[in-house]
């Protein structure tokens, strides 16, 4: 055998060789990404973790398994407070004025209300119709009373004693340049309502993931990828996920790349991926079991276009029993929010799990 054919059988080997180890980076790249969407060891039931503070809690996806499905529980949100603050989810500072407020008084108080890391509201009593409004950057100063509030909760974690304290000492600080006075709720009752009501969420924030992928070696194109999303019900949102919106524009679910890099629509001609992650998330969705019935659908009808398969966390292909079974984890957490006044997908979930 010649030095050349010696040297062309070893180029050979190394490229035959080169190839199968890149197969087996990119299954597993696949397995750790499937592990990390559906990680646990619990049988049968939803995995639950409180809240970190301050961070909010992971979301946890559910196993897929199979039992019969419950109905879903319907409930109705709790009416807003009559007092225009929500006593469940916020911490309000009532504010009287002797005379109403100028508006550059009103933006300098709105901007200070911004920096304390949790969502606060400025309402105003409109005397003549009898309500509260919301006061935004272009507001008028025509309110004597006004209402600030500092949300209790959000998905950062709970509000936290010199967080609250900051909040109480501006709105003083602003009232008395404005002659006004000021009521101020109990501040240690609201901490600890803060911290029940975040291991509650924190309980509650829960996401049910399932995996579209590719066959062992292949990928799908961005174009394939966003052509087989649209006729799924999907749109490209700004995040660089797509969205399945209801007809009132509530996003249900998405869907992401489960490898890195966000879809756009620059990328999509030059994107490639060896599976795609739908996602619920459960708290934020009225109706999740029908959500949840409308997910699989379309990832059915993805993986059937682009040619690959829907997976669990064991990378089985799901099943219907595997979808049964989250229905009845759904109804549990359904049932939980509604019972605690915040049902899920309502304004106040919707607040809460932002």
């Known amino acids: 055998m010649s030095d050349l054919q010696i040297a062309l059988a070893a180029i050979g080997l190394l490229v035959v060789g080169g190839v199968y180890a890149f197969n087996l980076w990119q299954e597993r790249k696949l397995r750790q990404r499937l592990e990390h969407a559906f990680e646990g060891e619990h049988d049968d039931v939803l995995l639950k973790s409180a809240a970190p503070e301050p961070a909010a809690s992971p979301r946890i996806e559910p196993r897929l398994g199979g039992t019969a499905a419950a109905e879903p529980v319907a ?199 060896s599976g795609l992650t739908l996602l619920l998330d459960v708290p934020r969705v009225v109706d999740g079991v029908a959500a949840l019935d409308r997910m699989a659908q379309a990832g059915t009808e993805i993986a059937e276009a682009l040619g690959g398969f829907v997976v669990d966390d064991n990378r089985v292909p799901l099943q219907d029993a595997g979808v049964a079974r989250i229905k009845t984890q759904l109804q549990g957490i359904c049932a939980a929010m509604a019972e605690r006044q915040i049902p899920a997908g309502s304004p106040r979930a919707q607040r809460l799990f932002a």
């Open 75 to 273: 409930a109705e949100p709790a009416p807003p407070a009559a007092d225009g603050a929500d006593p469940l989810i916020e911490f309000a500072v009532d504010i009287e004025l002797n005379e109403p407020a100028g508006d550059a008084a009103l933006r300098e108080l709105l901007s200070q209300l911004a920096t304390f890391g949790k969502p606060a509201r400025l309402l105003g009593w409109d005397e003549a119709a009898g309500v509260w409004r919301m006061l935004g950057r272009g507001a008028h100063g025509d309110c004597r009373r006004l209402l600030a509030t500092l949300q209790l909760v959000n998905r950062a974690g709970p509000l936290h004693a010199p967080q609250l304290n900051g909040f109480c000492d501006a709105v003083r600080a602003w009232a008395g340049r404005q002659g006004g006075a000021v009521q101020v709720d109990d501040t240690a009752a609201a901490l600890q309502a803060a911290r029940e009501l975040d291991a509650f969420c924190g309980e509650m924030d829960v996401a049910i993931g399932l995996n579209v992928v590719a066959q062992s070696g292949a990928a799908f194109s961005g174009e394939q990828v966003a052509a087989a999303a649209q006729a799924a019900g999907f749109s490209l949102g700004a995040d660089g996920t797509f969205h399945w919106r209801d007809a009132g524009g509530q996003t249900l679910f998405t869907m992401e790349n489960h490898e890195q890099g966000a879809f756009s629509e620059e990328r999509l001609a030059v994107m490639q991926t």
